[in-house]
């Protein structure tokens, strides 16, 4: 909130989805418990005032600091369109309301585990063709292929450990997927190095 906002101002519903874009981006960086968040959550939606949201969020980091970008920056609609390349997201990267993936032979990456969440639902509509596509996921995401159609692809959904943790974002897949594969997956582990074996003697 502003500092400078009267806490006795009514709260509008722009203020409210504020406060619960931080309360999600807070529970996504393991800040907030799944209880604490809803109930957050449940107290925001119902707020009155700017000041009884600003006690909801006064212990956690303004949107900017936690994400490395405002929320009123966020994009309605990314648009990635890109034929025989590579593609990827990774990082700190603040998610769309929606994003539409167009490829054609490209090998395309997205990684969530280290991505601003500002909602609790992404739509992700293809058109892809060929190749891999890969969702890097972490326990809270989820990803629902329901609505998409395959035409000689394979697709594998591998849940993150922690099945009981709260949901905090689900990825919805829409459109088509024609030749190639989709990937959902936690990170690799990396794997120690294993010790050389001694020499023999002869």
């Known amino acids: 909130m502003p500092a400078e906002t009267s ?35 449940e107290a925001a939606l119902s707020a009155r005032t700017v000041g009884e949201l600003t006690v909801l969020t006064a212990d956690l ?5 936690a994400g490395g970008a405002v929320v009123e920056g966020v994009k309605d609609v990314l648009r990635i369109e890109q034929r025989f390349s590579t593609v990827k997201r990774t990082g700190r990267w603040v998610l769309p309301r929606r ?21 609790d639902t992404l739509r992700i509509d293809l058109d892809m063709r060929g190749k891999t596509l890969t969702l890097i996921t972490k326990p809270g995401i989820v990803v ?18 922690h ?9 919805e897949l829409t459109g ?26 002869p």
Request: charged share 30%; with cysteine.
């Open 7 to 41: 806490p006795v101002l009514r709260a509008s519903h722009a203020d409210r989805d504020r406060a619960v874009d931080v309360l999600r981006i807070a529970a996504g960086d393991g800040r907030l418990s799944a209880a604490e968040l809803d109930e957050r959550l």
């Open 61 to 65: 980091p303004p949107v900017s600091a």
């Open 99 to 119: 994003l539409e993936l167009a490829a054609e032979w490209c090998e395309v990456t997205l990684d969530f585990t280290q991505a601003v969440i500002t909602q």
């Open 144 to 161: 629902d292929a329901d609505a998409l159609t395959l035409e000689f692809s394979k697709l594998k959904v591998r849940r993150p450990p």
């Open 163 to 171: 099945p009981d943790t709260p949901v905090t974002l689900r990825i």
């Open 176 to 201: 088509k997927k024609t030749y190639g594969r989709i990937t959902a997956r936690p990170p690799r582990t990396p794997q120690p190095l294993r010790k050389p074996r001694p020499p023999t003697t």
